[in-house]
């Protein structure tokens, strides 16, 4: 379940949910980092999404993060959900599997993310003790609405797990911060390829490092346009394949030695 409602009033009341860092929504990059949920709920007005969701939303509209949870709560069939907020631009899949692991293996009532406070949108929890907790609120304040997100807490026995990935996009400095962070160079073509995948739909787990060298090879040994079109060629022939991981390296080991077999005989020719 995805909170993606609010008001915003730290970025003049701007829809957070689509703010883009990489060039891809706030939005999808959490839905991106859990793409094997059996149900995705996003609470809050409907938006374009890279994936299919099921919308809800809560009552009273702009009421809050725990009417949210309410609201999306009713579309909840599993025993587990794992709750977020819509503005975690470095979200990983790795925190969100850590998340229901210690979930799935402990009597805890779920398990929380914890980067020096309790992460309340950041958690996994078991449903039934999520919903009680949420009755148990109702039934002291009369409502959900505008109720406070740390009074939800106390009443749950939870795992807490650290975790860097809590960072998010309050402000327009938030922002900035986390657009100039993709671009660093240790991470700029993780973020890119992410990005191009999310755009055309691919799923697969590409490897970076092999077609880098690929592309070098073609470079030095053929010519320096050869990088960018073997590369393409080499994924044309792998969606001809089955398109997997395994058709993708095969196609790139079997170019890569043509480009050193074009490479040495250019080399013979030349002495």
């Given at each position: 379940?995805?909170?993606?409602?609010g008001?915003a009033?730290?970025?003049?009341?701007?829809?957070?949910?689509?703010?883009?860092?990489?060039?891809?929504?706030?939005?999808?990059?959490?839905l991106?980092?859990?793409?094997?949920?059996?149900?995705?709920?996003?609470?809050?007005?409907?938006?374009?999404?890279?994936?299919p969701?099921?919308?809800?939303?809560?009552?009273?509209?702009?009421?809050?993060?725990?009417?949210?949870?309410?609201?999306?709560?009713?579309?909840?069939?599993?025993?587990?959900?794992?709750?977020?907020?819509?503005?975690?631009?470095?979200?990983?899949?790795?925190?969100?599997?850590?998340?229901?692991?210690?979930?799935?293996?402990?009597?805890d009532?779920?398990?929380?993310?914890?980067?020096g406070?309790?992460?309340?949108?950041?958690?996994?929890?078991?449903a039934?003790?999520?919903?009680?907790?949420?009755?148990?609120?109702?039934?002291?304040?009369?409502?959900?609405?505008?109720?406070?997100?740390?009074?939800?807490?106390?009443?749950?026995?939870?795992?807490?797990?650290?975790?860097?990935?809590?960072?998010?996009?309050?402000?327009?400095?938030?922002?900035?911060a986390?657009?100039?962070?993709?671009?660093?160079?240790?991470?700029?073509?993780?973020?890119?390829?992410?990005a191009?995948?999310?755009?055309?739909?691919?799923?697969?787990?590409?490897?970076?490092?092999?077609?880098?060298?690929?592309?070098?090879?073609?470079?030095?040994?053929?010519?320096?346009?050869?990088?960018?079109?073997?590369?393409?060629?080499?994924?044309?022939?792998?969606?001809?394949?089955?398109g997997?991981?395994?058709?993708?390296?095969?196609?790139a080991?079997?170019?890569?030695?043509?480009?050193?077999?074009?490479?040495a005989?250019?080399?013979?020719?030349?002495?």
């Amino acid at each position: 379940m995805v909170v993606a409602g609010g008001g915003a009033r730290r970025l003049g009341g701007a829809d957070k949910p689509t703010l883009t860092v990489g060039a891809r929504t706030l939005l999808d990059r959490v839905l991106a980092a859990c793409p094997d949920a059996t149900t995705t709920v996003v609470v809050g007005p409907r938006r374009s999404t890279y994936r299919p969701v099921t919308w809800a939303l809560e009552s009273p509209r702009g009421g809050g993060p725990l009417a949210a949870l309410d609201a999306g709560l009713a579309h909840v069939r599993a025993e587990t959900v794992l709750v977020l907020s819509a503005d975690l631009p470095f979200l990983r899949a790795s925190t969100v599997r850590a998340l229901l692991r210690a979930t799935a293996g402990s009597d805890d009532e779920g398990a929380v993310a914890h980067d020096g406070r309790d992460q309340p949108l950041l958690a996994a929890y078991r449903a039934e003790p999520l919903r009680r907790e949420l009755a148990l609120l109702h039934a002291e304040h009369g409502t959900l609405a505008h109720l406070p997100l740390r009074l939800l807490l106390p009443g749950l026995r939870l795992h807490r797990i650290s975790t860097e990935d809590a960072v998010d996009c309050d402000t327009w400095g938030d922002l900035a911060a986390a657009r100039a962070r993709i671009r660093e160079h240790g991470s700029v073509l993780d973020e890119w390829i992410a990005a191009v995948k999310a755009e055309l739909g691919i799923e697969l787990d590409v490897d970076t490092s092999g077609l880098l060298d690929l592309a070098r090879d073609a470079a030095h040994g053929v010519a320096r346009p050869a990088a960018p079109l073997t590369t393409f060629l080499v994924g044309y022939a792998a969606a001809r394949g089955d398109g997997s991981r395994e058709a993708v390296a095969e196609a790139a080991r079997k170019a890569a030695e043509l480009a050193k077999r074009w490479e040495a005989e250019s080399e013979t020719d030349d002495r």
